[in-house]
């Protein structure tokens, strides 16, 4: 692909006027791999953004095969690889490359297959692998293996190998040469490291200083290959340690985890033998505070009394935090796919959370009656806000670099969502059922307070009135138990659903 850029320049506004590139003219024939150097902040990687129709030039032309960067995004010819690999954690090795052909498969022809992918990068044996099993040189290698199944005619590569040490660095130069010579697309390589573009570029462009300017163009007439220095080490050694050393952590994580669950029973038994060591030594009378033991009786009493009330209560706590979460995701995920209404909406959603629950409550119990629905919408009252404040921000908190690379995919605004910001916002939605779910239990009862015939609210009122508190504290440890039991729940859920983020980072 020919690149061909005319009096361009660019500069950025926030927060204030900074010019980056300043009347650039570079013409780039097919096929050519170039190499673009020059001091930090030059505007190395803002040309190669503008390249990629991820920014828009303040002046000047660009154009690839005479299109502009958009139209050849569209056509998928434009391929992006940048600083970081951009891999979607909670996809295997296969996934990751399955995703990018999927989406390019209906504008691209002759694509190479995921294996064949893999194959040329030396990963067939890693299909199944996660990104975070992997080595930082293996996790380039998978994104070289994701850039090559979209069978584009321009590489732009913004110092893909800078994080990495130099033997894994000289490894993937020498594999980038290999891969790039059968089919010769053109290339533009940024980087830092003189050496590197000597080692790799048929040709190596220098920039000033801000703003950037072109101060050299040379043309490096060694033929291929190059002196490969540390490539001819072994590749499979470093990764197959890496993977067993993340089966050796995660199994240490695993038996961690287990020992906190085990640190909190123990606390919470301490802390009842000290209450009841302090009611026995003090001599509290019962209608101030009874000892566990008096609560635990009274639990075995009237076990018919608490376990129906438990099941009305619990009922009412799970149909309203279930309708306050789909709630709740469904209005983030409309005010993410259309921004222009968030503002409107989150001000509606804020005047009803600050909104007292005590005077809510009773409204919808004489609007509605003493029956179980003024409950279920009480409790979805109180969850919803949590949910959509945490998901909308999931939604929205996308990483650049994930970002960058599936609009060089040219992908949807569905598509992003779907592959892309929904997964990502797991874990927030996780963070916010951990809050909403406590909150649920204390919606229900403070409906059923005000106005029910059943429930563990009404149990507490009616011990509350008559001042028998070993049948409140009998409630309260119900509704604690159950709160427990809800956030281990969501805990355990949570790093099922959400395994990618139980690893470090390599």
């Not at 199944?128 to 850039?147: D, V």
């Not at 050796?248 to 906190?260: A, E, H, K, T």
């Not at 009841?276 to 076990?303: D, G, K």
């Amino acid at each position: 692909m020919k690149v061909e850029i005319a009096s361009l320049s660019h500069t950025f506004t926030v927060p204030q006027p900074r010019p980056a590139l300043l009347n650039l003219d570079l013409q780039v024939p097919s096929g050519q791999f170039v190499a673009v150097i020059g001091p930090s902040g030059c505007g190395k990687s803002t040309l190669l953004r503008l390249i990629a129709g991820l920014l828009q030039p303040t002046s000047g032309n660009i154009r690839l095969d005479g299109k502009t960067p958009a139209e050849a995004n569209a056509a998928r010819q434009v391929a992006w690889l940048a600083q970081s690999p951009a891999l979607l954690p909670w996809l295997t090795v296969e996934g990751n490359i399955s995703l990018a052909r999927k989406l390019l498969a209906t504008r691209l022809n002759h694509q190479i297959s995921v294996q064949q992918a893999l194959e040329r990068v030396g990963l067939e044996n890693f299909a199944r692998a996660y990104p975070f099993t992997l080595s930082g040189g293996m996790q380039q290698r998978l994104a070289l293996a994701r850039l090559l199944i979209q069978n584009a005619r321009l590489w732009l590569m913004d110092e893909p190998f800078s994080a990495l040490d130099e033997i894994t660095r000289e490894q993937l130069s020498a594999m980038l040469v290999d891969l790039w010579q059968p089919a010769h697309p053109t290339v533009l390589w940024v980087t830092h490291n003189i050496y590197e573009a000597l080692r790799l570029a048929e040709r190596v462009i220098v920039l000033s200083p801000a703003p950037g300017r072109i101060t050299a163009d040379l043309s490096i007439s060694l033929p291929y290959p190059r002196a490969r220095g540390y490539a001819s080490l072994s590749r499979s050694a470093a990764p197959g340690t890496r993977c067993s050393q993340s089966g050796i952590g995660g199994s240490r994580m695993n038996r961690l985890q287990l020992g906190g669950g085990q640190m909190a029973v123990l606390i919470v038994l301490l802390f009842l033998l000290g209450w009841e060591t302090a009611v026995h030594i003090w001599r509290v009378p019962v209608y101030l505070l009874p000892a566990p033991s008096r609560i635990l009786h009274t639990l075995i009493e009237h076990p018919a009394l608490y376990v129906q009330a438990s099941v009305l209560t619990l009922g009412e706590a799970f149909a309203g935090l279930l309708i306050g979460l789909l709630a709740g995701i469904l209005i983030a995920s409309l005010l993410t796919l259309l921004p222009g209404l968030e503002e409107g909406v989150m001000t509606l959603a804020i005047l009803l959370k600050s909104t007292p629950l005590v005077a809510i409550a009773p409204l919808l119990t004489i609007w509605l009656g003493f029956g179980i629905l003024p409950k279920i919408l009480i409790t979805a009252l109180l969850t919803f806000f949590p949910v959509l404040v945490n998901v909308l921000s999931g939604l929205q908190k996308t990483d650049s670099h994930h970002l960058e690379l599936f609009h060089s995919w040219h992908a949807s605004r569905g598509e992003v969502f779907r592959h892309l910001r929904a997964p990502n916002a797991l874990p927030y939605l996780f963070a916010a059922l951990k809050i909403s779910a406590p909150l649920a239990l204390i919606g229900a009862v403070v409906a059923e307070w005000t106005g029910a015939s059943g429930g563990l609210g009404r149990v507490m009122w009616l011990a509350y009135t008559n001042l028998n508190l070993p049948f409140l504290f009998a409630a309260i440890f119900i509704l604690a138990a159950a709160g427990m039991a809800l956030y281990r729940l969501t805990v355990w859920l949570e790093r099922r659903v959400i395994f990618w983020q139980s690893h470090p980072e390599p």
